[in-house]
């Protein structure tokens, strides 16, 4: 759920940005923070704004500088930029996870089902992000900012010319997709850990989903996180092994044997590699991703 | 198939090739011959479809029907380089180089390929004579000698059409496609640009696009005019100077006034 | 100019090999000698990866994932050696390396550039994440956390040498490494290395000049892999032990960092790149936590005010050199490197404080932050004017050089 919100805004905004999970984690830590002095209910606010801010300073002086130097640089400059923010988190807030928790307001579960218990909170986190996205739907699509965003985004020059400030409407652009992600992560910090570490763990996902769903696709991004989602869960839930499964299969490998070692993983080991090994086949089969339009 | 017919007399032939982009159809069935060794214009109104009809043959595009054939093989829907080494070459109408090579190196890489070199990491290219020679010929040719071991991406917009048409004619393709190789240059550089133009081509096929009706009849042996991706008119010079749709169509309003 | 080994240049390599044959006698010492051993690897390591990413323009993020395999497979080798399974001298391993990298090169390699540009960086990150977890999967192969052990004397001593001294590991590596240096230069003057190039600037052009980008690019990211595959097999001889960290993300961002901050436009570029990190990692890495937050920085300041790197930085004083002028610059280059130097001294004042701020105490820590801060104030106010007066001179230069030229 959270990746997909992130996937969403990285196809909004076109420019491809590696720090992205950075500034999801930011979020996490802001709302730490902010939590810590006013508690959980102004973070959630103050929290994404200040990742915004911390957001347009980066577009203003950074991204909109290296932009000339083409997409390689603006790639790297992410890239590079993911290094700092990790590397400043380590600074601030040490190495060890933060004490981030869910409010005791929302910390009771909603209702039970087959023996597993449903916690309110992610009813709640559920009902944020699926606002988030609706009303930035109907943003894009319906209102005049929406559309001059668009625009700006496939034709900058034209909206120039029509007397649209577009660096400024990049910047707002980059800014709102930031503050999106740190929304994400007041959100998600709590939920599992706040750490440095966590920008990694997600990031990654996060690109799967998109070459997977096809670069630049919103419900193509949207369909891939859910099929990865729903593999990764399965799979999880599957404590079969290869061996077992060739037992079925009438072939029986003596413990002995080289193949051994190798055949005895379980499925739900092999669960990290799995999106990995979607996307792979992906490239394969179809270049351009689930729904991918654009070539390159 | 229809296309043996024309095996050996049409260097191209375009049998009712169309092309959509989306729901826009820009080419509506465009039959086309073009006659080994013959310099042909392609001419017509901005938006006609020009350059996309270039994109179709040189397999930049895909067509969305019809069938295009180059010395009697058929290439639709071929890969461009695939088409670039049966024997066509093509230039843009918007300036594409290596901007961050040499001018030398532009032109050296544009023969690679044809003199069996391919992606030969075994040999020096300094010690590739051909190659070398090959490419001072076309270096002095499209007389940018002195600006041989600038950055491409550094020369003037003249240079740099200059250097286009190079890399085009370096190899030696046999059929030479042209897209507005005059575009944007002074007198004096059309000129200089058109002699470069005859001279390079002589013996070969020259398909070109371009505006300048003084160039057009100059240079063409046949001109075919273009109109909302429909060929309207194909014929000498003479006959379509002649030819009461084509003065309709667009020598009646364009020639009288001023170009573009 | 036209000869590849033409006399001066034969001259650059006769000097780097002498270089190399050199070292050793000039700082014997343990720890120069595994320095020097790193070092000489990660100059194979960084310039394999720019022919990716300055001869091609493929940006990779996995480009480790070539390297550890091949250390990984060279690792087994060894043991296998060792076990009589097989025989080959240990001075031969770095072509285990190199093949297993270039197998693995080309068989992802033609997956991943088939698609160009941005999603050819996140397909190599994708693959890059996929092979690091199943390093973690197949322990039998990677050895799970603990890794491979091997032991490169298993070969016995051949002609005297048995890879028991570092510095006997040392003359090997420096040996590879001229190797593979020599060669990527020579490919690079080849007529696929001048196709790299074009494909870099140009792909599509270079469909109408008769060349299939995709193919030029499997075949440069194929022959990066034999050269990384090398660079792993090295690492594996040099340490006895090789871990999953080796073919990770990290060990991937590092040699973006190298290259980049070497400078991906010239042929040694990454060579001081390679240099300069691996030097300042291990010697920063003893002072300060916060290393990785300087590289970072660094890089952030290469990529916005010299995307060429250092290299290109230095190869613009190039024709001022010749022509005499340099001393035209020093002026402002000097008032630029004080202030600089100041605004710097500042900075790591306060990184250094926020990170060990807490374990001083009393009237020291607070004074301590106030000057850091001035000299971070004022370094900056003086380096915005030196800067400026450094562009200026070089304005001021530029009839001058062209009149010259
Ligand atoms: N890739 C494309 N996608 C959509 N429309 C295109 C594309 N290329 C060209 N067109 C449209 O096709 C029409 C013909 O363009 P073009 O072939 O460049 O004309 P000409 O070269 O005759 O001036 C134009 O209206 C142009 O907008
Ligand atoms: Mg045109």
New binding site residues.
Partial sequence: MLSSGLTLIFSMMGVLNFAHASFYMLGAYFAYQTGLVFGFWPALFLAPILVGVVGAITERYGLRKVHKFGHVAELLFTFGLAYVIEEVVHLIWGRAPVDYRIPESLNFTLFTLFNTQYPAYRAFMMIISVGMLISLFLVLTKTRIGLIVQASLTHPDMVQALGHNVPRVFMLVFAGGCALAGLAGVLGGNLFITEPGMAFAVGSIVFVVVVVGGMGSLVGAFIASLLIGAIQTFSIGLDLSFIDLMGVLGVVIDSNSSWYAGLSITISQTAPVLPYLLMVLMLIVRPRGLMGTRES | MELGDTMNRHALSLIDVRKR?GQ?K?INGVNLEIVAGERHALI?P????????FNLISGRFPVSSGSIALNGSDITNKEPQVINRLGLSRSF?ITNIFPKLSVFENLRCSVLWVLGYRYSFLRRISALRDAKESAERTLEMIGLKDRREKMAGELTYAEQRALEIGITIASGANVILLDEPTAGMSRSETDTAVELISRVTEGKTLLM?EHDMGVVFDLADRISVLVYGEVIASGTPAEIRMSKKVQEAYLGTQIDGDEE | MERVFNKSRLILWGSVALVFALLPLLFPGGFALSMLSQLGIAIIFALSYNMLLGQTGLLSFGHAVYFGLGAFMTAHAINFVEEGAFGLPISFMPLVGGLTGLVFSLFLGFVTTRRPGTPFAMISLGIAEMVAASALMFTTFFGGEGGIVTDRTAGGAVWGVSYGPQVQVYYLIAVWCFISMALMFVITRTPLGQIANAVRDNPERTQFIGYNPTRVRWIMMSLAGFFAGIGGALTTINYEIITAESLGLMASGNVVLMAFIGGIGQFWGPIVGAVLVTFLQSALSNFTQAWLLYFGLLFLLIILFSPGGISSLIAMHGPLWRAGMMKRLMPSYVSALCSGGVTLIGIIGVIELLYRGTLLVGVHVAFTWIVAGFLVLVGAFFLRRAIRSVAQAWEDLSPDLAKWS
């Fill in positions: 982009f826009t820009i017509g901005n938006g006609a479809g020009k350059s996309t009809l109408q696009v």
